[in-house]
């Protein structure tokens, strides 16, 4: 069955190229698809002209100029109400599309289901000089060459054989991208807009990308999709308006997506590429210098950056919504982050088999991707894999599924199991991030077994937060010292043992920021968060530094790494490794992860 495909064409005041652009669109090779032109408040008589001549085109239009991203918004939310529509393209108004455009990108996004964009192949209007093939990765997001981050820029054909196929990119360029349905709705749900609309205009394709690749998708080029792109026609060549959503939205897409070691490099990086531009004479800035002078360029690039300053705290909120959720749930965009740490969270896996037996029915509360449920399986009569993300819930059932394995989607505070039901519950660094945490144990103790086991993990706030009144964790409600989470757990279950793993940091590094804490706590609560961000900052770019450190799983390798004998068949090894559990022998202990093995009274 063909697929359908929604063409979205966004438009302000492009009469003079819609003709072309239409009549090739129209002209494809792949007829399964519907044109969304979305007019974002025309004076040039667009709507009009689109009516009479390409009566097919269902018409959007907006009252004046939204800007690219939120135009493309309206289309795709338009589009979605189609539950045919399986691809959407966003195509530029001042394009002409190869006959055989349509059909490549689709046969292309159909060679893997991992591939969630794919990139058009566009030239100039010479048709031999290529203008963009995707987009690839720089720290500075902008780099001093002509084309910037645009892949293949400038280049012919014979120039470039590796473009001649198709390959993997960091993300498609803005001209013509295709997008899986299903990667955008999953981005709408969480972000609440597809294209990010603060942008307005300018590396809103870079942002996409960067995020369709957190969710673990991957951005392929398709070589054949060619068309003709009338470069920058539609705000002009080196004009000052481009140039100030540019500069703007590089720091803005910067501050949403890079690395955390990477961002406090940004602006020291960014500096020094501006000098490059100065003295290796680039030609965009030659040009622009012409049009608006050296005075006129500085300018532009002070309003950009002071316009940011206004916009920082709401991306730092977009930050912090594509880094970690606020849920008890791993969602699976955190988990080649989370696997950095393999070591450490597998080993709290490795014991809590230790404890189960062949005959329980067991519940893994916050079971993320799945990895640790698949492991526990093979070791119990049945086991439920329960998380508040249904895309977690949707990785894990493709990735780990088993006979005696079934996962769901679950509220930790609002079960939906019979009372009674489970000889084991297990729980590992959950109930930090619930907000209702008493009413989260109430359940547990609920679906428990009386005399069930209940084993339960949380960050030691002595280590994790020391001299705080909140955690220093961004998406931790609450911590407990050793002895507040043991007078909260006796409310409702009676101790076996409590069991201890080490902090990830060397002792000296534990012991100084203690002494540090005492230090900047004279100085108030701000200033002592303030100052524990920085050295936690500090010392992870040490470890980051040092490779022999690094235990870097790539998530689509998860499932092999967990089938290979090495971790199923000598799990043994990790109960002679630095994390596995020890039985707590002083509560003045240096340790990082307090473990208790509670039975249900």
């Not at 690749?213 to 470069?231: D, P, Q, T």
């Not at 481009?242 to 955390?260: D, M, S």
């Not at 088999?353 to 449920?373: H, M, P, Q």
């Not at 049945?382 to 059932?397: H, M, P, R």
Request: charged share 25%; aromatic share 14%; with cysteine.
């Amino acid at each position: 069955m063909i697929k359908k495909v929604a063409i979205i064409i966004v438009n302000w005041n492009g009469i003079r190229f819609l003709e072309n652009c239409l009549n090739s669109v129209y002209n494809q090779t792949y007829q399964n698809f519907d044109v969304y032109f979305v007019d974002n408040g025309s004076k040039d008589g667009s709507v009009v002209f689109v009516r009479k001549n390409f009566p097919k085109i269902k018409i959007i239009e907006l009252d004046h100029n939204t800007g690219f991203a939120k135009g493309n918004n309206e289309g795709i939310n338009e589009a979605f109400k189609d539950q045919e529509v399986e691809y959407i393209v966003c195509l530029n108004n001042d394009t002409i599309v190869d006959k055989n455009w349509l059909e490549e990108l689709v046969k292309t996004a159909e060679k893997d289901v991992k591939i969630g964009s794919v990139s058009s192949k566009a030239y100039f209007d010479d048709k031999i000089t290529i203008q963009n093939a995707g987009l690839e990765f720089h720290k500075t997001i902008q780099t001093n060459k002509k084309g910037g981050i645009s892949v293949g820029f400038g280049l012919n054909d014979k120039e470039a054989p590796e473009l001649s196929n198709d390959i993997e990119i960091f993300a498609a360029g803005g001209v013509a991208p295709l997008y899986k349905r299903e990667v955008l709705e999953s981005l709408l749900k969480r972000d609440k807009e597809v294209f990010d609309e603060d942008f307005f205009a300018y590396v809103e394709d870079f942002d996409l990308g960067f995020r369709i690749r957190g969710l673990g998708y991957k951005s392929f080029l398709s070589a054949n999709a060619k068309l003709i792109h009338l470069h920058s026609k539609t705000s002009g060549v080196a004009s000052p308006f481009k140039t100030y959503y540019c500069e703007r939205n590089i720091i803005l897409a910067a501050i949403k997506n890079l690395p955390l070691f990477d961002l406090l490099l940004f602006p020291f990086r960014s500096i020094r590429l501006k000098f490059s531009y100065l003295f290796n004479k680039n030609e965009s800035v030659e040009k622009l210098k012409g049009n608006v002078g050296i005075l006129g360029i500085l300018w532009i690039l002070m309003k950009a950056n002071l316009s940011v300053l206004f916009l920082i705290p709401k991306f730092l909120r977009k930050r912090r919504k594509i880094i970690s959720e606020k849920s008890f749930g791993k969602s699976p965009e955190r988990a080649e982050g989370e696997f950095n740490d393999f070591e450490r969270s597998f080993s709290r896996y490795v014991f809590a088999e230790t404890v189960l037996r062949k005959n329980f029915t067991v519940l893994d509360i916050a079971s993320g991707v799945g990895y640790g449920t698949f492991f526990l399986s093979r070791s119990v009569n049945k086991i439920y894999g329960a998380d508040i993300n249904d895309d977690s819930v949707n990785f894990a059932q493709n990735n780990f599924s088993g006979k005696n394995i079934e996962y769901r989607v679950e509220d930790g505070t609002k079960l939906d199991f019979k009372d009674h039901f489970f000889d084991a519950v297990i729980s590992f660094e959950t109930i930090e991030h619930i907000n209702d945490y008493e009413l989260f144990l109430l359940e547990i103790k609920r679906v428990l077994k009386k005399d069930g086991i209940l084993i339960i993990s949380t960050p030691n706030k002595n280590i994790a937060s020391p001299k705080l009144t909140t955690p220093l964790h961004d998406y931790h409600v609450r911590e407990w010292s050793l002895d507040e989470f043991k007078e909260l757990l006796l409310r409702y279950f009676s101790i076996e043992k409590i069991y201890v793993q080490k902090f990830k940091w060397p002792a000296f590094v534990v012991l100084l920021r203690r002494i540090y804490a005492d230090f900047f706590r004279l100085f108030g609560q701000r200033v002592l968060r303030g100052s524990l961000k920085i050295l936690q900052f500090m010392i992870f770019s040490v470890v980051k530094a040092n490779k022999n450190n690094a235990k870097i799983i790539n998530r689509d390798t998860i499932s092999n790494f967990l089938n290979d004998t090495r971790i199923l068949g000598h799990s043994d090894n990790y109960k002679k490794g630095v994390y596995y559990p020890k039985e707590l022998k002083s509560k003045d202990e240096l340790f990082g992860i307090q473990i208790f093995l509670l039975r249900n009274k």
